[in-house]
């Protein structure tokens, strides 16, 4: 498994921007497909982005294609959740999570690494 850090969250506006960080931890980081996650109140975790291992593949939720852009920086152990034109509905604990046996994944059970959470909140 890997250590995985989220960063970035915070209070904004809609139709404001808020960009994610999620640093891992070990030397494997390149070999790993990453994904975003998310759950608001009183809702089920929901898939929201993932990449590849190479960063060229990407997949996005309905709710978020066009608004959101997931990207990885494998020289810096990160993945990252640019989130543009925000919406209330996208208020969350966001989870950055990683799957060490699949290219890439948008399952929650796919992923066997998750990192603790961080909340982002958007004001109407």
């Known amino acids: 498994q890997v250590l995985l850090v989220e960063s970035g969250g915070g209070l904004v506006q809609a139709g404001g921007s808020l960009r994610l960080s999620c640093a891992a931890s070990?030397?494997?980081?390149?070999?790993?497909?990453m994904g975003w996650f998310r759950q608001g109140p009183g809702k089920e975790r929901e898939f929201v982005a993932a990449i590849s291992w190479s960063g060229g593949t990407t997949y996005y939720a309905d709710s978020v294609k066009g608004r959101f852009t997931i990207s990885r920086d494998n020289a810096k152990n990160t993945v990252y959740l640019q989130m543009n034109s925000m919406k209330p509905e996208d208020t969350a604990v966001y989870y950055c999570?990683?799957?060490?046996?699949?290219?890439?994944?948008?399952?929650?059970?796919?992923?066997?690494?998750w990192g603790q959470g961080t909340q982002v909140t958007v004001s109407s």
């Open positions: 070990g030397h494997t980081f390149s070999t790993y497909a």
């Open positions: 999570a990683a799957d060490s046996f699949r290219p890439i994944g948008t399952k929650s059970a796919d992923f066997n690494s």
